[in-house]
């Protein structure tokens, strides 16, 4: 039987996408406009490659989703991190990421800081 790498993908970031949303304040928390900011690039869309790539490390040596899933989570709030201080105007001054607005476009460049660094600092409370 072949591997379903879709199927796979879809099924990983589901569940990546409902971790996250656990793990991540709510958009109405206070400082909201952060918050909103964080969630923004973190729910932009994408194929969550990376946490499936730690999901399937995991089950490839005998561990569950549950094992690694927040592993996964904080890989992939490294990578949005990672992204939004990218597209920042000091580095390669991006407009769009993934078809829709970058962080700095809709939120402003000094939030679009705030919250690349937030997700960092989340990943490591996750």
Not at 17 to 26: C, E, H, I
Not at 48 to 74: I, K, N, V
Request: negative net charge; charged residues 25%.
């Amino acid at each position: 039987m072949a591997f379903d790498l879709s199927a796979y993908l879809e099924k990983t970031s589901a569940a990546v996408d409902a971790a996250l949303d656990d793990f991540l304040p709510r958009a109405t928390e206070k400082p909201a406009t952060l918050h909103k900011a964080m969630r923004y690039s973190l729910f932009a869309g994408g194929k969550r490659m990376r946490p499936a790539l730690c999901l399937a490390a995991a089950e490839a040596w005998g561990g569950s989703w549950a094992d690694a899933m927040a592993l996964a989570c904080a890989v992939e709030c490294i990578h949005t991190y990672s992204l939004i201080h990218d597209d920042l105007p000091a580095m390669d001054d991006d407009d769009f990421r993934r078809g829709k607005l970058t962080n700095h476009k809709v939120f402003g460049e000094g939030i679009a800081i705030l919250a690349g660094d937030a997700l960092l600092t989340q990943a490591f409370e996750i």
